[in-house]
């Protein structure tokens, strides 16, 4: 298993556009064979700030999401809204058991 935490900061003005965005990529990711996981998260003392908690069942599984149309729309929609450049950091997994996604 493999998980990415992005790291976003929206702009106030773009949090709603960003939403619909991102809800509607994460529930087509969902759909992938490779992704076990797509959460999203945004911060309690600071709305413009998200977390999207991507995990994936193999390692070609992110290379493979970012090559749907889904993605490419997400991608497209979002980067208008920004606040600044987004971020990611790459986690394996250790609990629960790989078997247990």
Do not use: C
Not at 12 to 27: D, Q, S, Y
Not at 31 to 55: I, K, M, N, T, Y
């Amino acid at each position: 298993m493999l998980i990415i935490h992005v790291h976003v900061r929206v702009r106030p003005e773009g949090i709603p556009a960003f939403l619909e965005a991102t809800r509607a990529n994460a529930a087509a990711s969902l759909a992938e064979p490779g992704v076990a996981r797509f959460d999203v998260a945004q911060q309690l003392d600071d709305p413009s700030r998200f977390v999207l908690v991507e995990v994936y069942r193999t390692p070609d599984a992110p290379a493979r999401h970012k090559e749907t149309v889904h993605y490419a729309a997400w991608r497209d929609a979002v980067a208008p809204l920004m606040a600044e450049p987004r971020t990611s950091v790459k986690y394996v997994n250790v609990f629960p058991a790989d078997a247990a996604w």
